[in-house]
């Protein structure tokens, strides 16, 4: 007769598949070209929610999803906004769960897109724009305004990724973030993979958030890369960025 787990039996045996699938190297190699390759058909930008592009992995996306529920977070922070996608998501998952406000920053955030960020009032009301850039006093100033004292917070850094903007991010945001807390540095997959040739960036290899993320911890002590998260992805554009504050 097959075996009927518990709850309990079951994420021990997931736990312990995760780990095994994290120790096969050809496999996490073959899921690094996968990416690369499919990158060159612009992959991350072909999904929406509520029917903006997220231009994130919906493995990544899962795993803030689980972030979210585990942490109860009354801020989420993102840098980089994008087309809204993300905005859009973190709102749905708050509107269940609870939670004050969702802060998007980038330096260029189109009329346009503000519409339609705010035409859907349930989901929207929770959402707070800032347009400028993510490492000026002002915007953080006006970040401290909203947040106040909390520091159930998730901040998330997406927006310019090359090693000195992220690093800047990192000393300017981790500050919001309390013990139990996360900070994800994304897109940490550049060192990893070769530079993409169909779209030009400042960013690549020796110069992206993976590198800003291993000098920041030479100073920093308070996070850790959360492996548990990381371990059963297998696909995901966050490796080691999943940072989890230990103090």
């Known amino acids: 007769m097959k075996k009927i787990y518990t709850r309990s039996e079951f994420n021990d045996h997931l736990n312990n598949s995760a780990n095994e699938m994290n120790n096969d190297k050809q496999l996490k190699q073959d899921a690094l ?6 990158d060159e058909y612009n992959w991350l930008h072909q999904t929406t929610w509520f029917g903006e592009p ?8 899962f795993a803030l999803q689980e972030i979210i529920f585990k942490t109860r977070p009354e801020y989420i922070i993102e840098l980089g906004v994008a087309w809204g996608g993300q905005l859009l998501f973190f709102s749905t998952i708050m509107e269940i769960l609870g939670g004050k406000k969702i802060i998007g920053v980038d330096i260029f955030i189109p009329d346009d897109l503000k519409e339609r960020l705010y035409s859907n009032k ?15 006093e002002e915007n953080i100033n006006k970040i401290k305004k909203i947040v106040g004292n909390s520091k159930k917070v998730l901040v ?24 139990g807390y996360y900070l994800l540095c994304a897109d940490t997959i550049v060192e990893l993979i070769p530079k993409n040739k169909y779209r030009p960036r400042d960013w690549g290899p020796g110069n992206n958030p993976m590198s800003a993320l291993e000098e920041f ?22 490796y080691k960025g999943y940072l989890k504050a230990i103090k």
Do not use: W
């Open 122 to 136: 349930k989901l929207s009301d929770r959402i707070e724009l800032i347009t400028g850039s993510s490492i000026e």
């Open 217 to 238: 911890h030479k100073s920093n002590d308070r996070f850790i890369s959360d492996t548990e998260i990381e371990n059963k992805l297998l696909l995901s554009c966050n």
């Open 54 to 61: 997220i231009i994130n992995l919906p493995q990544d996306m």
């Open 156 to 179: 998330i850094l997406d927006s310019h990724h090359t090693h000195d903007h992220v690093l800047k991010e990192l000393n300017l945001y981790e500050q919001f973030v309390g013990k």
């Open 33 to 38: 070209k996968l990416i690369a390759k499919a």
